[in-house]
């Protein structure tokens, strides 16, 4: 073969290679879109029919009151702090957090053993000051007797009294300080000075105890209340004795509770006043626990469906309306606060829709 013609055969295939991959190309391209599909002419869909037994509902709004839910804390009203007035060595401790305890139960014990000295040794100054007070009153007796006779003089008369008065005042102040030892050995036995509940102890036996320095944290749970900051707007609504709803998430209760405080002072940063709600006890409450007050917020027009005319598409919910004798599918948005067998709806549907639902 010539070599002209071997030239003209790869110029051939130069140009039909790359014809036929762009001709290939442009096939893969028109069958992906859709060119030898069957095509179907646009239009409207045919309306759904009327649904068979089924029962038509009149949507009805109705008035009713808001709540706004504020977020809040439990708290107990009374709460104390156990601690020492002496510097002194713990011996016994006798509860634990978690426990109950009375008033005048003795919860702490310290080394009192030179308290204990000090008060037999005031007893006994006391014990002595006793018998020279007798001694003395019997000496003033018996020279008022003499004077009286004109046995004794006025000078024996008077010194007997100055004896017996100095030796009175001298008992008294021996008493004083018989109490105040008494007093001082008394603060080495902690007692608790409410009924309640011990929340923590801070200490364990064998550790010193500082003066002012806490040990141990009381709590009465039948004074447990609901603190919230409540902004301003809501908060100048309420009254002091007012009823009002409070959420308890945790043990799944609601309950009524009195405002027993309203603040009055705005904190500047928020703007809010603090509100404190007085509660009927409830055994599984514990302070910190989380709560929320219900407080009036005016009223608002509500929606409801029963709940057997809302169905479910994925996440979306549809209801059938009935427009011109037939059935529509509409979307609506429905309110996570239900009624027992209805659902609230926000959007989607006005006084007057007719609800279609299946018996």
Request: charge should be positive; avoid cysteine.
């Amino acid at each position: 073969m010539s070599t002209p013609q071997v030239q003209k055969e790869n110029t051939a295939k130069k140009i039909i290679i790359p014809l036929l991959a762009l001709i290939i190309l442009l096939v893969m391209v028109a069958w992906l879109a859709g060119a030898f599909n069957k095509k179907v002419s646009p239009g409207f869909e045919a309306p759904s029919p009327t649904l068979v037994n089924s029962i038509s509902y009149v949507v009805k709004s109705s008035t009713e009151a808001i709540f706004e839910g504020v977020a809040a804390s439990i708290t107990a009203k009374q709460t104390t702090i156990i601690s020492s007035r002496l510097l002194a060595r713990i011996d016994k401790i006798n509860v634990r957090a978690g426990d109950i305890v009375k008033r005048g139960d003795v919860l702490i014990t310290l080394e009192n053993n030179d308290l204990s000295s000090r008060v037999i040794e005031a007893q006994e100054q006391v014990n002595a000051m006793i018998a020279r007070y007798t001694e003395a009153h019997q000496n003033f007796q018996r020279a008022k007797e003499l004077f009286n006779k004109k046995i004794a003089s006025q000078f024996d008369l008077d010194k007997s009294k100055a004896d017996y008065q100095s030796i009175k005042a001298e008992l008294t102040a021996a008493k004083q300080s018989l109490a105040q030892a008494q007093t001082t050995l008394s603060y080495a036995t902690l007692r608790a000075p409410i009924n309640g509940k011990v929340v923590d102890r801070f200490a364990e036996p064998g550790n010193t105890a500082q003066a002012g320095e806490k040990l141990l944290s009381l709590y009465n749970p039948l004074s447990l209340r609901v603190e919230a900051q409540v902004r301003e707007q809501l908060a100048l609504t309420l009254t002091q004795g007012q009823s009002i709803k409070v959420e308890l998430p945790t043990i799944k209760q609601n309950i009524v509770g009195l405002v027993e405080e309203i603040v009055p002072a705005a904190n500047t940063g928020s703007r809010s006043f603090l509100i404190k709600v007085s509660l009927p006890y409830q055994e599984n409450l514990l302070p910190g626990m989380y709560a929320r007050l219900l407080i009036p917020a005016g009223q608002a027009q509500k929606l409801y469906l029963p709940k057997n005319s809302v169905f479910h598409v994925g996440q979306l919910n549809f209801v059938h309306v009935l427009i011109d004798g037939q059935s529509q599918k509409r979307f609506v948005r429905i309110d996570t606060k239900v009624k027992p067998g209805f659902i609230s709806i926000i959007s989607g549907l006005v006084d007057g829709d007719i609800i279609v639902t299946t018996d």
